[in-house]
Every structure is written in C-alpha cells, then in structure tokens.
C-alpha cells in the first residue's frame, strides 16, 4: 500500500506529481511564461501591463516575417542581370576572383534565369514569372538587393538570419522584439512561429529560441485546427470549475514560494504563466478557427485549393494574430529542404512559388483592406540566395555573399530599389546590407535602438546585433 505523507513534508514537486489530470497545461506555462527582466517583483500581482514602450514613436507596430526556408534564388526571383543570360553556359570570367562556395561549383557553367523576369509596376520592380500575384503589388515592396551573411550552410545562416549570429544559442529577432515591447493581449504570447508541417528548419527551434533571455520570449510554435498548441486542452474529465481550483492550490503554494524568496522576477514570472496558459485555452482555439472568415477571405488566401492551403492558412492565420495583439509572427515556408534547389532550380521553385505566391500577395491586399497595412511590417526571404553558376546542369548552390529580401508596409518606401549584387548576381556589391544592419532597422522601425536593447549576460550587455558597429538603413524608411 501506498504512504500518504502529510501535506506539509510534500515539496511543490512532489504535489504536481501526485495531482495528476490537467497539468499537461503546466509544461506548456514555463514557454509562455511572462517572465520579467527588469519588471518589479511585486508586479506578480498581475497588474502589470505586459506591454512595454519603445524608445521612440515607432513606425509600425508588429511584424509578420515571411521565411522561405532554404534560400530562394534572386536572380531567378528578382534581380534581373543581362550579364548573366548573356554569360550563360560559359565560366565564371576571372575577374570575379575566388569564389567561396559549399559544393565546389565555382568552375561550372553559369545558369540564366529558369524563367523571364519582368518589369512590373510604376517602379519597374523585376519580378520573375513564377510570382504573378505577388507583382501586382510590385509598387508596394521594397527590394533589398545586397543583403549578405557569413555562412554557406543552412543551420549557421538559419541562426544568423535570425538571431544575429551563426552560432546556436542566441536570441532570435521575435524574442528580442517581444523583451522589448511585450504583447498587447495578455491572453496570447507576443512571439509566435508557424513553422511548415512538411518539416522543420535545418537548425531547428533555436531558430526562434529565448537564448539567454528568459524562456517566456521565445517562439511558441502553433499550428491550425482544434488542437494550435499541444496537451493546451485539459482532460475531458476535469471540468473548469475543477482546474480553477486546483490552478488557485498551485498559484498559493507558488506565491509562498515566492514571498520566501524576496519576490524573485524570474520565480514571478513563472506563477503568471500559468494564468496565460489557462487563459490560451480558450482564447487560442478561436484565434485558429479560420472558419470564421468569410468565404471570399478563404479563397482569396487560396484555402480553396490544395497546392496553396497550407500556406494560405498560415498567413491568414497570421493576420488574425496580429489583428489580436501578437507583436511578432514568423510564417515558415519549406519544409526541411524547401527552397534549397540543388539540381533543379525550375521544378523546385516552380512548386514553392506555386504554394506561397497567391497567400503572400493576399496577406499584401487584406492587410491593407482591414486597416493593418501601415503600422505592420512585413518581410519574405531565407537565409540566404543561390549561386549563378549552375550545380548538377540545371540547379544552383548556396550564395550568402548577396541576395534579395523585400519589405513592405507603412514603415518603408513602397518601389525602391536599394543596393544591388554585381553583374550576375555573385556579391553585394553597391550599398552592401549585413544581416546585422537588417536587424537594426526592423528594431527602428518598431521604435527600439538597437544600441539601447540589452541584456545584461555574463558579464556583457549582449544586444541582438552584436558588439560590431552596426548601421539602421535610413534610404528604406517611408
């Protein structure tokens, strides 16, 4: 027979233990705790606001970060380069010089365009035809021609592109966004990842992880349907008025822990998450119910047909989110190869252009029709672009050296071009953007200096662009 110990020789863990049905919920809490760096202890009493000011009058409110994961090609996307068509099927000329490259292409043949790239909109935008809706809206992007990093491998730029750094382990851009502005819903995470149900990104969930921040500002990866976070829904058989109960028993017993401690932030923290968790379950499954969108809506973002539904979802999934108070979203496109088109750039990206360009181009339109358009910034591209030389004849290899990333919303100049790669598409070349600067300026945007935003960590105020000199690209802001 089992021995019951008294109550009072019970650690808290023992208690969580033994309690049984419905805490499933409480693995859930510690990734959405509200943990606090710098908010008083005795904000614990859930008063506080988890919405923090920015540094300045910001431009936009909220971002929506379009990842197409394994690296789109910009020269058969969006840099038209004559040079490059002129020069196909011949070698690199040597007056490129040496040329990095992971699979050793550098003396293959140079590949034009798979496909033509035409001039669309007032601002003559080049846009190739795999993106027809998505040109329609060419007016509307701002094209960053000389992006560049530092890695020609997918995790190290995956990390890079979003945290800064080709190391794991440092905070990502939505972490650092949430620490610094927190969430306008309390009943949802300021930082949300829709990652692609094909499969995950080469480098995984560090990708949107806290780093040394405190756990509550990391992605929280949420999908559609009945079930957006996993184990959220407590058992059948524990009803509301039950899990009220036992929540207020563990929040005592917490708050005792708490007072014996001299308020601790983090150990407050914690205790309000398991108020968001339980607050989630009801708010988070009407945030995905796309069934309350109109129709019209639902064709519009292509949920009607099978080769754009996944993604049309997830960006209107990403809309309701936003429309909620969610600061930063993350949709993913590409499962874990995706773009990543190494032997057949025209059948790979005839499929991911086919999957994502009508849902992107919808977003474009229905954030302007709902009154969203200027105070959210939008952004689409990968980690990195692809090389003009060709790679098994008709594929392309890794090219962080130079690439496109376009924004677009009421916070940057809609039709600008700004820098560019050289004659075929090989290096940022004029106006040279490093993913570093490209950070800078989505903080500036949402009213944070990038100088200012620190954590203090071993030692170190750490920042999200590191302890380089980096620069916000001023020629971009509307």
């Known amino acids: 027979?089992?021995?019951?110990?008294?109550?009072?020789?019970?650690?808290?863990?023992?208690?969580?233990?033994?309690?049984?049905?419905?805490?499933?919920?409480?693995?859930?809490?510690?990734?959405?705790?509200?943990?606090?760096?710098?908010?008083?202890?005795?904000?614990?009493?859930?008063?506080?606001?988890?919405?923090?000011?920015?540094?300045?009058?910001?431009?936009?409110?909220?971002?929506?970060?379009?990842?197409?994961?394994?690296?789109?090609?910009?020269?058969?996307?969006?840099?038209?380069?004559?040079?490059?068509?002129?020069?196909?099927?011949?070698?690199?000329?040597?007056?490129?010089?040496?040329?990095?490259?992971?699979?050793?292409?550098?003396?293959?043949?140079?590949?034009?365009?798979?496909?033509?790239?035409?001039?669309?909109?007032?601002?003559?935008?080049?846009?190739?035809?795999?993106?027809?809706?998505?040109?329609?809206?060419?007016?509307?992007?701002?094209?960053?021609?000389?992006?560049?990093?530092?890695?020609?491998?997918?995790?190290?730029?995956?990390?890079?592109?979003?945290?800064?750094?080709?190391?794991?382990?440092?905070?990502?851009?939505?972490?650092?966004?949430a620490y610094g502005l927190g969430s306008e819903n309390r009943d949802l995470p300021a930082y949300v990842v829709l990652p692609d149900p094909g499969g995950g990104v080469k480098g995984g969930p560090p990708a949107w992880g806290s780093g040394f921040l405190p756990a509550t500002y990391q992605g929280i990866t949420m999908r559609p349907g009945d079930s957006p976070l996993l184990n959220l829904r407590p058992p059948k058989e524990l009803s509301g008025t039950q899990q009220r109960a036992t929540l207020d028993l563990v929040q005592q017993f917490n708050r005792a822990h708490l007072d014996a401690r001299d308020g601790d932030d983090e150990l407050a923290a914690r205790i309000r998450a398991y108020e968001l968790a339980f607050r989630m379950q009801s708010t988070a499954p009407e945030l995905v119910n796309l069934q309350d969108e109109t129709a019209e809506t639902q064709r519009l973002y292509g949920l009607d047909e099978t080769h754009t539904r996944s993604f049309g979802q997830r960006c209107l999934l990403a809309r309701r989110m936003i429309e909620r108070g969610v600061r930063f979203v993350q949709v993913y496109s590409g499962d874990t190869n995706g773009w990543d088109a190494h032997s057949n750039v025209l059948t790979n990206h005839t499929q991911h252009c086919r999957a994502t360009d009508q849902p992107v181009a919808a977003l474009l339109h229905d954030l302007k029709r709902r009154g969203l358009w200027n105070d959210t910034l939008v952004i689409w591209g990968g980690e990195f672009g692809r090389m003009p030389m060709s790679e098994q004849g008709t594929g392309r290899d890794h090219n962080p050296w130079g690439y496109t990333v376009w924004l677009a919303g009421g916070g940057v100049k809609g039709g600008m071009r700004y820098g560019s790669t050289d004659a075929v598409g090989l290096r940022a070349e004029d106006k040279p953007v490093p993913i570093k600067n490209l950070h800078a300026t989505i903080l500036h945007l949402l009213g944070l200096k990038f100088d200012e935003l620190t954590y203090f960590h071993n030692g170190l105020e750490e920042r999200l662009t590191g302890p380089a000199e980096a620069h916000v690209v001023h020629e971009v802001l509307a």
Request: charged share 20%; proline share 8%.
């Open 1 to 177: 027979m089992q021995q019951h110990l008294p109550l009072s020789s019970r650690n808290r863990r023992d208690f969580l233990t033994r309690a049984g049905g419905g805490f499933g919920l409480m693995a859930l809490a510690s990734l959405l705790a509200e943990e606090s760096n710098g908010l008083r202890a005795n904000e614990s009493t859930g008063k506080e606001t988890a919405t923090r000011p920015p540094h300045f009058a910001p431009r936009v409110k909220r971002v929506i970060w379009l990842f197409m994961h394994g690296g789109p090609s910009h020269v058969d996307l969006f840099e038209a380069k004559p040079d490059l068509v002129k020069l196909s099927g011949k070698p690199l000329p040597d007056s490129f010089g040496e040329v990095m490259t992971r699979r050793k292409v550098a003396q293959n043949p140079l590949l034009a365009p798979i496909k033509p790239l035409r001039q669309h909109g007032e601002c003559g935008h080049a846009i190739s035809d795999l993106l027809p809706e998505t040109a329609k809206h060419a007016d509307e992007l701002c094209m960053l021609h000389s992006v560049c990093g530092d890695s020609v491998n997918h995790p190290q730029s995956v990390y890079q592109m979003n945290t800064g750094s080709i190391l794991m382990g440092r905070p990502s851009v939505g972490s650092w966004v």
